[in-house]
Nanobody
Framework: QLQLVESGGDLVQPGGSLTLSCVGS????????IAWFRRAPGKELEGISC????????HITDSLKGRFTISRDNAKNRVYLRMTNLKPDDTAIYYC???????????????????WGQGTQVTVSS
C-alpha cells in the first residue's frame, strides 16, 4: 500500500516563493509518474502539473507556466513543486498523486490516479 505525504504548505505573501514536497511510503515513487493537483476555495480539483518517472518530461498548466516547476529527485524518492511569484488565486490545498495500477507516462486527469496524499494548505495573503 503506497501512501503519499505532502509537506511545505504555508502562509506566504504575494510575490513570494514556496516549495512543496511529496514523499512516498510503503513503496518507491521512482517507479511511477507523479502529478500535482490543487483545490481552491469554491472550485473544483485542478490538475496543474505532472512528471514522468525519470522527470525528463514535465508539464505545467498554461496559466502557471513560468511560475511553477515540477521536478523529482529519485535518489531521495521525492517530488517537488517549486512555486514562485505567488498570487492570492494560488491559495488552495495542494495534493500529489501517483498511478500504480498500470503504466502511465504523464497526466493531469484526476481519474488517472489511484494514490493520493492528504494535501497541504498554501495560503497567499498579505
Amino acid at each position: 500500500q503506497l501512501q503519499l505525504v505532502e509537506s511545505g504548505g504555508d502562509l506566504v505573501q504575494p510575490g513570494g516563493s514556496l516549495t512543496l514536497s511529496c514523499v512516498g511510503s510503503g513503496a518507491t515513487l521512482n517507479d511511477y509518474p507523479i502529478a500535482w493537483f490543487r483545490r481552491a476555495p469554491g472550485k473544483e480539483l485542478e490538475g496543474i502539473s505532472c512528471a514522468t518517472r525519470a522527470g525528463s518530461i514535465t508539464h505545467i498548466t498554461d496559466s502557471l507556466k513560468g511560475r511553477f516547476t515540477i521536478s523529482r529527485d529519485n535518489a531521495k524518492n521525492r517530488v517537488y513543486l517549486r512555486m514562485t511569484n505567488l498570487k492570492p488565486d494560488d491559495t488552495a490545498i495542494y495534493y500529489c498523486a501517483t498511478r500504480t495500477r498500470s503504466w502511465l507516462a504523464c497526466s493531469r486527469r484526476e481519474y488517472d490516479f489511484d494514490s493520493w496524499g492528504q494535501g497541504t494548505q498554501v495560503t497567499v495573503s498579505s
